[in-house]
């Protein structure tokens, strides 16, 4: 009887290798079946398998641990209803999309590949960003943003923060910055013509706005 317990639940695993959803840490039921969706669509038949993962628009509320999905490449929930977030440890993840949500907090870390992040559009009174050396894009306009604090990142090429509430930001730490838009934000005319100085890098805010 157990032999054939065993034989029928094996069979069912791999007639269905999508019910491991059943039991994995993700426990919002619309990001569930949108994953479920997707591994059917691509033929991936385990977590580990999944490279991309792109639910926009599906009512997501939370994200969960992600930590089985070791290959992941792509995460983007686009236009949902997170409140809080908390990733890492993903170590191929290089794109990050949690524009459009209702977010409060984040939390990014361990992410060592990750090369675009997107968190505009959302409810951010401060964000934190330590060691992802390899960040080239950061979309965080349209928040409520009155922090950005930063620590370790080289690669950081392209800053988008406009529509904040902003009083200062720290412009000096950022090697390979080419490009800022802090307009939109409350910020003093003295850290205006700071940035002016920086004649390697293009800074738009309210001080020169008129001329793009």
């Not at 054939?4 to 994995?24: E, F, G, K, T």
Request: proline residues 6%.
């Amino acid at each position: 009887m157990f032999t054939r317990h065993c034989a029928v639940l094996l069979l069912s695993l791999a007639v269905d290798p999508l019910l491991w959803a059943d039991d994995a840490p993700v426990p919002d039921p619309a990001f569930n079946r949108c994953v479920k969706t997707l591994m059917a669509e691509h033929g991936w038949s385990s977590p580990a398998e999944v490279t991309a993962i792109e639910c926009h628009g599906a009512g997501i509320e939370q994200i969960g641990d992600l930590s089985a999905f070791t290959a992941l490449e792509k995460l983007s929930l686009y236009d949902n209803r997170l409140e809080q977030a908390q990733l890492s440890g993903l170590p191929h993840l290089k794109h990050l999309n949690l524009a459009r949500n209702h977010l409060k907090q984040v939390s990014i870390r361990e992410l060592p590949r990750l090369e675009e992040l997107y968190l505009f559009r959302n409810q951010l009174g401060t964000l934190t960003l330590q060691n992802l050396k390899a960040l080239k894009v950061l979309r965080a306009n349209s928040n409520r943003m009155q922090r950005f604090e930063y620590e370790t990142l080289p690669a950081l090429e392209k800053i988008y923060l406009f529509d904040n509430e902003m009083e200062h930001i720290d412009i000096h730490h950022l090697p390979g910055m080419r490009y800022m838009d802090v307009r939109e934000n409350p910020m003093p005319d003295p850290l205006y013509e700071e940035m002016d100085r920086m004649t390697q890098v293009t800074i738009l805010h309210d001080g020169n706005a008129d001329d793009w």
